[in-house]
């Protein structure tokens, strides 16, 4: 009878106020909508698995998935967008780690600081706190992490009388520097090989696998508060960088419109490929390869690597945070951050997580060292709310920069300075149009 | 006729052909080459692009077809596109040749400002107006349903103009013939001109149709879950997260171009029915 | 006036008729084109960032001002003209030729048909991935480049170069798109009575003659459209620089739709995108109804 009532009043509520969410009731479950995007089979049945767990344990807290279909990050962003607009925000959503700090400035998402304590945290590897985190609060928290590394052709190598054993030899304290890294790409540069892939793509590819060098020489993109690139981007040690980076493409060492799977195609001799590039090697390459760390500065010796994937945020449309939040707490917890990182193959943001049995492949070999990679030198993406814009300017700024380099075959200094003053000028006004005081 | 005359003859056939083959060649190469890259493994797709290798599948396997037959849900997938296309078809069809036929051969008042509203509509890019668009199909609670895919594409400047044109051109004794013998200026529209023109309403349901089943970005932003997927975002399904694998994309673009090929290849035999046949321009 | 107070039966009801006719198409387009394009000549009035509608600040036409003042723009509006300048006539002229080749009946031509249309039946994003590759400065990856330097030519940066990045677009946006106009000539075609062509046959005028006696003058009306039509479409240019060159190298392929959708939707700034959209609206408007006057001066 009190059931009957109960769903009597809804179904008038419901009439009455053309409303499309049915307003919470005290007998009714709290409904909890997930947005993430659309992965492998083995990631949507993990989600199938998991979700289906939850609900029959928490009756009073029943969550469903949507897979969302994005092409690109943008499609992903511009679906947020409109959503937005419209109040029509899942509770939950995936977000990619850099655009963080953008949600949260925008108040889009909540912070998670009273579900995650600083004991929870401790076992998250700092660089996905980090990333994570925006003006002090927790606003996202995420199952699995990513890499860069050095990926190098053995067979290839081996011939062009490179030694393949240092390489393999290197340690997280003693990784390959610039000039070695150059070295290697002059020595297997030929007619059918280029020395090295460092272009990943030509958008967030390049701001994301390019930054360690960035941090090497001295000098992030951004300020740390976030707040500035003036004197970051388009500082003399950033010119540096890029310049050396040019230098590749202008001698021939580096294609200028690297295809895909040039590394997998015997094009290439060397890559800065990321972790994710492990599995898709382990399973398609038909010759021997290895992989190192980042290399590093020749001055500073400063080891860094880059870092970050998409995380879980709740939104300010979330009409009952608390349940959200442990579905969260539950959702990030040991043995599902480690299923979780097992089926979509890539490394888990607990340390916990390596000890269980799923992850057994990231003890030792190629694996391990990704791992000792974000355990040890990973920084994240600069956090600002105008990360977006940063990343489209930068990525446009290094295109021109590396097509000048192509077809010139020398490298500008002074070319590079306007190019990412531009940035550093495009960066700016998005900032203080929108977040400065 | 002479011998040499029957050898030009069949040199000028032979040459025609052999023309049509080498420029059909060039056009249909893409096609060739992603249905040939939907066979291959993931490392042999972008191995050897400059030779003509690349258009042949060396060592083909199924693989890539089994992982999008397991992945996706096709028969939902066609079914909630060909629904929402056919829907939005048979509205275009009959709204935007009426409004065309009007516009070619009525007489009414404010005929010359709905010609200008239509020819100015036709440029506004769709990238311009999605935001405004979606926060009205919110505001009518269209989101997550069939409406927002359907309601606002029915009306089209581009059909609409196309029709226009067309009718334009379809002789005024035709029609004064009709209304001599009493039928009123729809029963003409519908019994006489709707019948001699199969040539442009097969042209605009080509084009309409290929359009929409090309469409993704409304299709994404309008419709959340995976029982309302469209062909497009069961397309882009497969372009998730690193590492992309084209491997398994190509398969899923082979799969979903071939309706849209049937489609075309059907649609053929009213471009040999049209106005020529019936001679009336004569 | 006087006139059209003596109304004739037929033609009261051939008004009542077009009012029913046209009814439904003004209304919807004035509902979903019009009401959206309102909304954004609304927008681009104020300071918009797209993730937070409920910060929105009116600036009045400040966003126009620095609009005029941007060199982006003004990059952008001279990259959609030259693209539409040159790729109109190319792409027309092709499709006219695809047209001819497989107007008539013979054996196979539903074969030939679907190979020349085929472009617009394989997805934008494998044809631009597939000719990134074959345009690939490399000649060790990219076709062309390959076939160059095996005659003894320099490799040419296609994509990669300011000052052939937009050709190469041009080139490949004509090949793709020309079976979509082909299409709409093959109807005009069907149009042109069969016995003109036996008459002049008869006559003995040669195929060129006929061409330019009979094919052109009977296609006027279609010429005039597909012209009008590919021109809209080509201002309208955004999937192929998005894909290929993002605009890139230094911004020689940065077209107006691009650069709207960029600032609105890649970098939130969506007040500003939006006064692009009403500028650039202006602008192709004005051009098509030039175009339409053209056209109907003449019919």
């Not at chain 1, 067979?155 to 890294?181: H, K, M, Q």
């Not at chain 3, 009977?218 to 192929?240: D, S």
Request: overall charge negative; some cysteine; charged content about 15%.
């Amino acid at each position: 009878m009190k059931k009957a009532i109960s769903m009597a009043m809804a179904l008038t509520v419901a009439l009455t106020t053309a409303a499309t969410t049915v307003p919470v009731m005290a007998d009714d479950p709290v409904e909890l909508t997930i947005w993430s995007p659309t992965d492998t089979a083995a990631i949507e049945a993990w989600w199938e698995e998991k979700i289906a767990e939850w609900n029959e344990a928490n009756p009073d807290i029943q969550v469903s998935r949507e897979a969302i279909d994005r092409s690109d990050s943008y499609a992903y962003d511009n679906k947020i967008a409109t959503a937005v607009t419209s109040n029509d925000l899942p509770d939950i959503f995936y977000v990619d780690g850099p655009q963080v700090s953008y949600y949260a400035a925008n108040g889009i998402t909540v912070p998670l600081d009273d579900y995650f304590s600083e004991e929870d945290l401790s076992d998250f590897v700092d660089s996905a706190v980090a990333q994570n985190t925006y003006d002090g609060s927790l606003y996202a928290i995420g199952a699995t992490e990513s890499s860069v590394a050095f990926y190098y052709n053995k067979d290839y190598l081996t011939e062009c009388g490179v030694d393949v054993a240092d390489l393999d030899s290197r340690t997280v304290d003693n990784p390959i520097t610039w000039s070695e890294f150059a070295e290697i790409a002059e020595k297997c540069t030929t007619d059918d090989y280029v020395g090295a892939h460092i272009i990943m793509d030509h958008g967030e590819g390049l701001p994301y696998a390019l930054e360690p060098m960035y941090l090497s020489a001295g000098k992030d993109y951004i300020s740390e508060d976030g707040t500035t690139s003036d004197g970051y981007v388009n500082s003399e040690e950033a010119v540096t960088t890029t310049a050396y980076l040019a230098d590749m493409i202008a001698k021939g060492w580096a294609n200028v419109e690297p295809i895909t799977d040039e590394f997998l195609n015997g094009a290439c001799a060397t890559m800065l490929g990321g972790s994710w590039e492990i599995a898709t090697l382990t399973e398609n390459a038909d010759f021997e390869w290895g992989v190192t760390y980042y290399p590093v500065n020749d001055d500073t010796k400063e080891a860094v690597s880059p870092c970050g994937d998409w995380a879980a945020a709740i939104s300010k449309n979330c009409e009952n945070v608390d349940a959200a939040g442990q579905f969260l707490q539950w959702l990030m917890n040991t043995e599902n951050v480690a299923t979780y990182a097992a089926a979509i193959a890539k490394p888990a943001t607990r340390i916990s997580a390596y000890d269980e049995e799923v992850m057994a492949d990231y003890q030792e070999g190629n694996l391990a060292l990704i791992k000792e990679q974000l355990e040890n030198t990973a920084v994240p993406r600069p956090r600002t709310p105008s990360y977006a814009v940063f990343s489209s300017a930068y990525a446009e700024a290094m295109t021109n920069i590396f097509s000048d380099a192509a077809s010139t075959g020398e490298v500008d200094n002074d070319y590079i300075q306007s190019e990412l003053d531009v940035v550093s000028d495009t960066f700016t006004d998005d900032y203080e149009t929108y977040y400065a005081e | 006729m002479t011998k040499s005359m029957q050898f030009s003859a069949k040199f000028g056939k032979f040459m025609f052909y052999f023309g049509n083959i080498i420029i059909g060649i060039i056009f249909v190469s893409p096609l060739i080459w992603m249905i040939s890259a939907s066979f291959k493994p993931e490392a042999e797709i972008f191995a050897n692009m400059d030779s003509l290798t690349t258009f042949l599948p060396v060592q083909a396997s199924l693989n890539n077809y089994a992982e999008v037959f397991s992945r996706l849900n096709l028969p939902q997938v066609f079914k909630n596109t060909l629904l929402y296309i056919a829907l939005i078809l048979i509205f275009d069809l009959l709204v935007n040749s009426m409004c065309g036929y009007a516009l070619a051969k009525f007489e009414f008042r404010g005929k010359g400002a709905i010609l200008n509203l239509v020819v100015a509509l036709m440029v506004l890019p769709m990238e311009a107006i999605m935001l405004p668009l979606y926060i009205e199909m919110s505001q009518l609670g269209w989101v997550n349903t069939l409406a927002a895919l359907v309601v606002p594409f029915i009306a089209k400047c581009f059909s609409i103009y196309m029709f226009r044109q067309f009718f334009y051109d379809i002789p005024d004794d035709l029609i004064e013939a009709a209304a001599i013998d009493g039928c009123s200026p729809m029963g003409t529209f519908f019994k006489i001109v709707v019948p001699i023109s199969k040539t442009v309403y097969a042209t605009v349901f080509i084009l309409d149709f290929v359009a929409h089943w090309n469409d993704f970005m409304w299709p994404f932003l309008v419709m959340t879950g995976e029982d309302k997927r469209t062909i497009q975002l069961a397309v882009q399904s497969f372009f998730g997260t690193n590492p992309v694998h084209y491997s398994a994309i190509m398969a899923a673009l082979v799969v979903s171009a071939i309706p849209m090929i049937i489609m075309f290849i059907f649609m053929q035999k009213y471009y040999v029915e049209g106005i020529a046949s019936s001679g009336i321009k004569g | 006036m006087a006139k059209t107070k003596k109304l004739t039966g037929r033609k009261r009801d051939e008004r009542i008729a077009a009012y029913i006719f046209v009814t439904p198409a003004v209304v919807l387009l004035i509902a979903f084109l019009v009401v959206p394009m309102i909304y954004t000549a609304y927008f681009s009035v104020f300071r918009y960032q797209i993730m937070r509608p409920d910060a929105m600040k009116f600036i009045g036409i400040e966003n126009y001002i620095e609009l005029f003042q941007d060199k982006n723009f003004w990059q952008a509006l001279k990259n959609t003209v030259y693209f539409t300048i040159i790729v109109v006539p190319f792409q027309c002229a092709l499709a006219l030729g695809l047209a001819l080749l497989v107007s008539k009946k013979f054996r196979g031509v539903a074969i030939f048909r679907t190979m020349y249309f085929s472009p617009q039946l394989t997805s934008m994003v494998v044809i631009s991935v597939l000719w990134s590759v074959l345009y690939n400065a490399n000649p060790n990856t990219g076709l062309f480049n390959s076939i160059l330097t095996s005659l003894g030519l320099d490799p040419i940066s296609f994509l990669n170069d300011e000052n052939t990045a937009m050709n190469s677009i041009i080139f490949m946006s004509a090949w793709q798109g020309a079976g979509y106009q082909m299409m709409i000539f093959l109807a005009g075609l069907q149009g042109i009575p069969r016995d003109q062509y036996e008459a002049a046959s008869v006559d003995g005028a040669t195929k060129f003659k006929q061409f330019l006696y009979i094919t052109l003058p009977g296609l006027k009306g279609t010429i005039k459209y597909v012209i009008m039509i590919t021109m809209i479409q080509a201002m309208k240019l955004f999937t192929q620089p998005y894909i290929m060159t993002q605009g890139g190298p230094k911004n020689s392929t940065k077209t107006l739709v691009y650069y709207i959708y960029s600032e609105g939707f890649q970098r939130g700034n969506f007040g500003y995108a939006c006064s692009i959209a009403a500028v650039f609206f202006v602008i192709v408007v004005c051009m098509s109804m030039a175009m339409k006057k053209v056209t109907t001066s003449t019919e």
